[in-house]
């Protein structure tokens, strides 16, 4: 379940635009070449009374660059540049650094990612049935297999202004859910030094 959330968060990420027609949507990524932010996630769990809270980083940038960094409670992190992929944690101070590119599980995450990254629309469309809404829309997925059984609604909700969501809710069959709220978005800017580095 862990690795199944991990995976859904990561492709779940605020790089979708305001949808009015689909023309004006997908010609809004087109002008997207990077982005970064800042992220809040709640984890609501039926066995905590209060929610799991994390923070961190976001950032991408075209064809394949994705950068998730947790910063608190417990830092740790991934890393996909082009074919390499990068996981980390810190651990006593030291940084563990583990290549996970030969990995199948984090092969098909790059595939999810690259896949919503892009807004294939296509791919998506095999995956989700795709329910737009006033402020943003609700992917239902279509597909038998353990990701898609377990989650049973991804709801996106989109900035007013800007081409990206401006928080995410995951839905689980058990009823439990994970908020994601994105701010301090950054379009077209140059990344920190070391972004590119786990």
């Not at 800042?38 to 950068?67: C, N, Q, W």
Request: glycine residues 6%.
């Amino acid at each position: 379940m862990k690795s199944l959330l991990f995976l859904t968060l990561f492709f779940l990420h605020p790089f979708f635009g305001i949808l009015a027609t689909a023309a004006e949507d997908y010609s809004r990524f087109a002008q997207v070449e990077s982005l970064s932010c800042d992220f809040l996630m709640e984890r609501h769990l039926a066995i905590a009374e209060k929610p799991l809270v994390s923070t961190g980083s976001f950032y991408f940038r075209r064809p394949d660059f994705l950068r998730w960094d947790y910063k608190k409670p417990l830092p740790h992190g991934l890393l996909i540049n082009g074919n390499k992929v990068f996981s980390w944690r810190d651990e006593a101070g030291k940084r563990v650094v583990n290549d996970n590119g030969s990995q199948r599980m984090a092969r098909q995450m790059a595939d999810q990612l690259r896949m919503f990254l892009t807004m294939d629309m296509e791919q998506i469309g095999k995956k989700y049935k795709v329910i737009p809404y006033p402020e943003g829309v609700d992917l239902l997925p279509i597909q038998s297999g353990q990701e898609q059984q377990q989650i049973v609604k991804i709801r996106l909700v989109f900035d007013r202004k800007l081409p990206v969501v401006s928080q995410t809710v995951i839905t689980e069959k058990s009823g439990e859910e994970t908020v994601i709220s994105y701010t301090g978005f950054q379009i077209n800017k140059p990344f920190p030094p070391g972004t590119d580095r786990p």
